[in-house]
């Protein structure tokens, strides 16, 4: 992973880790902000703007890719890239939650 990633993406917002963690398969940007939203119980509501510039940005820099158009809507998923993105990522928030853990008892 590069320079530019890693100062980009890790540690991630909480809406590049669920945009990524949505795109295991095939979705467009509503259908994300509909998984979100179930996933965090309406805690987390995306918006457009936000929505599709984060698609934008990572479509830029090759952690998601367009699939298809379907019914004028963009179908993405991610890459390998993103994979790994997010990987490193989950194995950050389990490090802080176990470290959290020891501190606490």
């Known amino acids: ?32 902000v509909q998984q979100v939203e179930e996933l965090t119980g309406g805690e987390i509501r995306l918006s457009p703007g936000t929505m ?28 390998d890239l993103g994979r790994q993105v997010l990987d490193w990522e989950t194995k950050r928030i389990e490090r802080l939650y176990r470290n959290m853990m020891e501190v606490q008892g």
């Not at 295991?24 to 994300?32: A, L, N, V």
């Not at 940005?57 to 993405?76: A, H, Q, S």
């Open 1 to 32: 992973m590069d320079a530019h990633i890693r100062k980009v993406y890790v540690p991630m917002t909480e809406t590049g880790f669920y945009i990524l963690l949505c795109l295991q398969e095939e979705k467009h940007g509503y259908g994300i």
């Open 52 to 79: 599709y510039g984060s698609l934008a940005k990572m479509e830029r820099d090759g952690l998601i890719c367009f699939v298809r158009e379907e019914e004028k809507r963009k179908l993405y998923q991610i890459t």
